[in-house]
Structures are given as structure tokens and as C-alpha cells.
């Protein structure tokens, strides 16, 4: 089956620094890509659909200048979190609706710490 | 606009009681409609979907769900319930038949599960 992979798993940074979080589609091409935030113990919150050679769609509320998001190729999304602050710790999520049908494959997210 | 309600945030259950899990969406159509559990630190396992035809779809792990159309409702059941399923479940909506569109997910509900 389709399969996202995100990396890294688990990423430390110190407070100001830019983090960049990968999400490649494996086995097929991904024209559109999800970017999910979850804070603990709380649901996964849309931040912004990415589209393969444009800019992205971020959803009311997300800062796109500090949620970089650039898609440039049909198997690779990324999204940088710039001048991190502690308040930007979170569970991050990638996704990909899957080719050929409804469903819709997940990384298996980024803990990002900000110290 | 797309939403889904997940009623219950903390549920607990003994072992190897029975379990239902609320979600009831507001959609124009019929989407598609997901179920997803989540283990502590862990990304998104997908239980079990429900794109059209036989509204009772059977899951992983011995879970299903019935979609009722009349009641806007997606609920998961499980007839006995095991100690390894205490987890976070989430209900989700999708577009069907539009790529772009991201899932949609319900706040979650926390399954606790009781010697």
C-alpha cells in the first residue's frame, strides 16, 4: 500500500533555531500533502494543505511565515518551523491521500521539543 | 462545513466488557468516514473506513462501525474489549473523489480499560 515516510521521528532544538521536517510519499506520487499539529493529549488540528508546485493553503489561524511549507517535487513535502519558541512543541503529522481511492496515509509524526 | 463530534472524551470499560465509541459528522453529502486509534507517542493506526456500499464495515482488531445516514453517525464497536486497546480513537471525515481535501478529525476519545 501507499506509504509516507516522515522524518525525523524526534527532533530537540534550542529556541530561535529552524527545524525542518520531512514527508515523502515512498511508493507514489503526491500532488497534495496534509500538515497536522497535535498538541498533547488533544486532536490532530489541520495546519496547511501543500500542493505540489504552489504555494500552500494554510488554514485560519497558522502563521505561514513561521510553518514554511515547500513542496517541490511529486514525492516530497516539507515543513520548517522557523525561530522555534517552546510554545511551537508538538506532535507534527504529514499525510497524503492515498492514489487511486479515498483513503489517506500517515507519517508517523515528529515530536519536536523546543528548549 | 465539515465537522465531527466525538461525545465522549474519556470512556472507561472493563476488560472484556463491550465498547461503542460515538461520532456523529455534518457533511453535505455522504463522505468518507475513518477511524483511527492511537497509541501514547505513537502516530495513527487506521482501524477501519466506510466509502459506501455495506454499512456495517468490519476493522482491525476485532472493531466495526455502522453508519447509519439517517443519524449522521459513524459509531465503532468492539463486543469485548482487551486491555491493549486502552488507547486514543479518533473519528474522521473525508471528501471523497476530491484529492485536495484534508481529513477532518473528531477531538478524540480516550478509552480506558479496567482489570
Known amino acids: 500500500g501507499a506509504v509516507v515516510s516522515q522524518h525525523p521521528s524526534r527532533v530537540i532544538c534550542k529556541s530561535g533555531t529552524s527545524v525542518k521536517i520531512e514527508c515523502r510519499s515512498l511508493?507514489?506520487?503526491?500532488?497534495?500533502m496534509f500538515w497536522y499539529r497535535q498538541f498533547p493529549k488533544k486532536s490532530l488540528m489541520l495546519m496547511a494543505t501543500?500542493?505540489?508546485?504552489?504555494?500552500?493553503?494554510?488554514e485560519q489561524g497558522v502563521e505561514k511565515d513561521k510553518f514554511l511549507i515547500n513542496h517541490a517535487s511529486l514525492t516530497l513535502s516539507t515543513l520548517t518551523v522557523t525561530s522555534a519558541h517552546p510554545e511551537d512543541s508538538s506532535f507534527y503529522i504529514c499525510?497524503?491521500?492515498?492514489?487511486?481511492?479515498?483513503?489517506?496515509?500517515f507519517g508517523s509524526g515528529t515530536r519536536l521539543t523546543v528548549v | 462545513a465539515q465537522s465531527v463530534t466525538q461525545p465522549d472524551i474519556h470512556i472507561t470499560v472493563s476488560e472484556g466488557a463491550s465498547l461503542e465509541l460515538r461520532c456523529n459528522y455534518s457533511?453535505?453529502?455522504?463522505?468518507?468516514l475513518f477511524w483511527y486509534v492511537q497509541s501514547p507517542g505513537q502516530g495513527l493506526q487506521l482501524l477501519l473506513k466506510?466509502?459506501?456500499?455495506?454499512?456495517l464495515v468490519q476493522g482491525i482488531k476485532g472493531f466495526e462501525a455502522e453508519f447509519k445516514r439517517s443519524q449522521s453517525s459513524f459509531n465503532l464497536r468492539k463486543p469485548s474489549v482487551h486491555w491493549s486497546d486502552a488507547a486514543e480513537y479518533f473519528c474522521?471525515?473525508?471528501?471523497?473523489?476530491?484529492?485536495?481535501?484534508?481529513?477532518?478529525f473528531g477531538k478524540g476519545t480516550t478509552l480506558s480499560v479496567s482489570s
Open positions: 499525510s497524503a491521500k492515498e492514489p487511486g481511492g479515498g483513503g489517506y496515509t
Open positions: 511508493d507514489f506520487q503526491a500532488t497534495t
Open positions: 501543500s500542493n505540489e508546485g504552489s504555494k500552500a493553503t494554510y
Open positions: 457533511y453535505g453529502a455522504t463522505p468518507y
Open positions: 466506510y466509502f459506501s456500499g455495506d454499512t
Open positions: 474522521a471525515v473525508g471528501a471523497p473523489n476530491q484529492a485536495g481535501t484534508a481529513l477532518i
